[in-house]
């Protein structure tokens, strides 16, 4: 009886950094810098480089500062709830599949 050939090895699985930056490479760029704003605006106020009143929605504070109206959306001042808005924007934050070859979503017979 003759010796077949060994099998090829599998192939390796990429790592999780590397799934992580295929992913983020692939979000749109609005995605990824809404992200941003919201870490970056965590760190400001974590650090204490501008108070809380500044940026969020207080009353009594925020007709002379009307940009809170536009700030007080991207503020979090707890790790948790800022990991689950990140986690959330960026599983959320993908371009929509429009009929094309890699969609798998299918939303009232089409796909999406």
């Not at 704003?37 to 929605?57: F, R």
């Not at 790790?79 to 969609?103: F, I, R």
Request: aromatic share 6%; net charge neutral.
């Amino acid at each position: 009886m003759a010796d077949l050939p060994a099998a090829p090895p599998p192939p390796a699985r990429p790592s999780v950094a590397a799934r992580i930056s295929a992913l983020v490479a692939s979000l749109p760029t609005c995605t990824k810098l809404t992200a941003v704003a919201l870490v970056v605006l965590y760190g400001v106020v974590a650090v204490g480089l501008v108070s809380v009143e500044y940026i969020a929605l207080v009353p009594g504070h925020s007709i002379p500062y009307l940009w809170n109206v536009f700030t007080a959306s991207w503020l979090e001042t707890n790790v948790g709830a800022l990991a689950v808005s990140c986690v959330t924007l960026l599983a959320a934050g993908e371009e929509p599949c429009v009929d094309g070859p890699g969609c798998r979503v299918q939303v009232l017979g089409g796909r999406v």
